[in-house]
């Protein structure tokens, strides 16, 4: 059975995932207006598997007994000077998202909720790789310094990219 804390928690992570996907969708139209085609694939499928995390705590909520809850929608940005900003952003979202997270496992270790602590390392690996993946791309956009055919380059890679992680998950 989970505390009212971590209940609280759990449910304050589900709006911090239905976020993300939001602002990762918001994003990816950002790039499409801007023919960055690449990028919109990639980021229309992050923004799915940022879904994906938002119901692994949702089931796992309503699975300890207790009531998972639907946030109300916040809009995300729109507007961005550049794809680098983008990137830049997405990056230092997921260090938050980071931040949340580890926020969860303190209170879990501290009411030596087991059960919920070994759930959550799922998302603790995750945002190690979420954040080495963003970090990446973040300096390789500076590495080409706002060269309109290096940044196209990324974006092709992008979309390449998009495919690998979409086959690697369906494996
Ligand atoms: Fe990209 O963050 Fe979810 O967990």
């Known amino acids: 059975m989970l505390s009212t804390e971590i209940l609280a928690k759990l449910n304050g992570q589900i ?3 239905f976020y993300s996907s939001n602002l990762y969708l918001q994003m990816a139209s950002w790039c499409e207006a801007h023919s960055y085609t690449g990028s919109a694939k990639f980021l229309l499928e992050h923004a799915d598997e940022e879904m994906d995390h938002m119901r692994r705590i949702f089931t796992y909520t309503n699975d300890t007994g207790a009531q998972a809850l ?29 931040s949340t997270i580890n ?13 919920t602590l070994n759930f959550l390392q799922w998302y603790v690996a ?4 979420e954040e080495h993946l963003f970090m990446g791309i973040v300096e390789r956009m500076k590495m080409v310094d706002g060269s309109k055919i ?3 380059m990324i974006d092709k890679e992008l979309a390449g990219s998009a495919v690998e992680r979409t086959a690697s998950q369906t494996k």
């Open 15 to 17: 709006e911090v995932e």
């Open 70 to 98: 639907v946030p109300g929608l916040e809009q995300p940005p729109y507007e961005y000077d550049s794809l680098l900003s983008v990137f830049e952003t997405i990056y230092k979202h997921e260090c938050y998202v980071t």
């Open 103 to 115: 926020e969860l496992v303190t209170t879990t270790t501290e009411a030596n909720d087991y059960s």
């Open 126 to 129: 995750e945002q190690h790789e």
């Open 150 to 152: 290096g940044l196209l």
